[in-house]
T-cell receptor, first 111, second 115 residues
Framework: GEDVEQSLFLSVREGDSSVINCTYT??????LYWYKQEPGAGLQLLTY?????DMKQDQRLTVLLNKKDKHLSLRIADTQTGDSAIYFC???????????FGDGTTLTVKP | GAVVSQHPSRVICKSGTSVKIECRSL??????MFWYRQFPKKSLMLMAT?????????EQGVEKDKFLINHASLTLSTLTVTSAHPEDSSFYIC???????????FGQGTRLTVV
């Protein structure tokens, strides 16, 4: 079955880069996603990558995908205090349409 | 990105009553909607998947008679928690997607408290 794992906590200083890592087990994943959740709110789609891509960049966000190792990472450049939130990695299988989520990484940005 | 509106954002109800939560896609037609439950400091647990005009597909362990899902149109899905109990208190989140599209957009969630 599908399984997505992330480290639970990450703490960085404002202005540094943050790298949040994720591993998944199902090699048939079509899309891999990063979502951001602020306290008491729903999930905000940050970015996604198609499984045949290695990298995707969108302003301060860089997603790297190592399909061989089933490893996904999200790099946030110049991290700001407003980036403090929980970040969820998710995979979506091509045949089901539903997504499987990791447990979320709580990012704390210290001034 | 597309907008998904979930209502209400917070609800408190008495034990034994029913609560309806609405999920609307405001600027696109959602062929599929997903309902999740999120426990404190935990990931999202998929409860069910609903396709417009069809019966919802429930995940293993989710009581379909307790969590009634209706996806009557391409822009609206509802989740009704029937005969709510304190253990049903949780954060419920919907997401909406269209056929073949890569993105799934989430509502802002509903905090249900059963007293």
């Amino acid at each position: 079955g599908e399984d997505v794992e992330q480290s639970l906590f990450l703490s960085v200083r404002e202005g540094d880069s943050s790298v949040i890592n994720c591993t998944y087990t199902d090699s048939s994943s079509t899309y891999l996603y990063w979502y951001k959740q602020e306290p008491g709110a729903g999930l905000q789609l940050l970015t996604y990558i198609f499984s045949n891509m290695d990298m995707k960049q969108d302003q301060r966000l860089t997603v790297l995908l190592n399909k061989k190792d089933k490893h996904l990472s999200l790099r946030i450049a110049d991290t700001q205090t407003g980036d403090s939130a929980i970040y969820f990695c998710a995979e979506r299988l091509s045949n089901a349409g539903k997504s499987t989520f990791g447990d979320g990484t709580t990012l704390t940005v210290k001034p | 990105g597309a907008v998904v509106s979930q209502h209400p954002s917070r609800v408190i109800c008495k034990s034994g009553t029913s609560v309806k939560i609405e999920c609307r896609s405001l600027d696109f037609q959602a062929t599929t909607m997903f309902w999740y439950r999120q426990f404190p400091k935990k990931s999202l647990m998929l409860m069910a998947t609903s396709n417009e005009g069809s019966k919802a597909t429930y995940e293993q362990g989710v009581e379909k008679d307790k969590f009634l899902i209706n996806h009557a149109s391409l822009t609206l899905s509802t989740l009704t928690v029937t005969s709510a109990h304190p253990e049903d208190s949780s954060f419920y989140i919907c997401s909406a997607a269209w056929t073949g599209g890569p993105e799934a957009f989430f509502g802002q969630g509903t905090r249900l408290t059963v007293v």
